[in-house]
């Protein structure tokens, strides 16, 4: 199957920093790429839509001047934690949508686990 | 009402049982329906795709039911590496659309 990665798989800050996670698909392009996020014993919540050149479209309750979204390029989808607090620590996962006969299924990165101190 | 919900768990059953997940979902306009599992600190994985018709995949049976917009996993003869997160999900509407996630009902099968 397709292949998305995701970069760093694990990261600790100190609060006030700013994080970035880099999702890429390796061997596809893809126009749409979600990212959601998973905080402990709970279930994957979809924060925003990246679409490539466009911007990206939150779900509501998702503070975009916090998280930010830049999907440049047909591979690449960045997600930003700007100055993370303690709250934002959680589990951020992204996912890739493909094309054509296939464009109901989704592709999921490996995950970032974000540790904000 | 939760866009997707699901049985509470966890389950916890003996090797070799069946064990039936069920789900519901809000969504008229939802047109993906899928399981997928997800291990402890890991990123899920897809289980299988579900369909109108139902389908089976092994030991795994999926079944959908458009008109009371509710969806069941059967697990037969459960093996130890069964033991897992299972998680309903669903699209918002046409392909290409955001996955909407169950918070997932717990498997553990023990020997």
């Not at chain 1, 999907?71 to 591979?75: C, G, I, V």
């Given at each position: 199957g397709a292949v998305v990665s995701q970069h760093p798989s694990r990261v600790i800050c100190k609060s006030g920093t700013s994080v970035k996670i880099e999702c890429r698909s390796l061997d596809f392009q893809a126009t749409t790429m979600f990212w959601y996020r998973q905080f402990p014993k709970q279930s994957l919540m979809l924060m925003a839509t990246s679409n490539e050149g466009s911007k990206a479209t939150y779900e509501q309750g998702v503070e975009k001047d916090k998280f930010l979204i830049n999907?440049?390029?047909?591979?690449l989808s960045t997600l930003t934690v700007t100055s993370?607090?303690?709250?934002?620590?959680s589990f951020y996962i992204c996912s890739a949508g493909s094309k054509g006969e296939r464009s109901h299924e989704q592709y999921f990165g490996p995950g970032t686990r974000l540790t904000v101190t | 009402r939760k866009e997707v919900e699901q049985d509470p768990g966890p389950f916890n059953v003996p090797e070799g049982a069946t064990v039936a997940f069920n789900c519901t979902y809000s969504n008229s306009a939802s047109q993906s329906f899928f399981w997928y599992r997800q291990d402890c600190r890991k990123e899920p994985k897809l289980l299988m795709s579900v369909y109108s018709s139902g389908n089976e995949d092994g030991r795994f049976t999926a079944q959908l039911n458009r008109a009371s917009q509710y969806i069941s996993l059967l697990i037969r003869d459960s093996k130890l590496s069964d033991s897992a997160t299972y998680l309903c999900v669903v699209n918002r509407g046409q392909a290409g659309t955001a996955l909407i996630f169950g918070k997932g009902t717990t498997l553990s099968v023990s020997s």
């Open positions: 999907h440049a390029s047909l591979t993370a607090h303690p709250e934002d620590s | -």
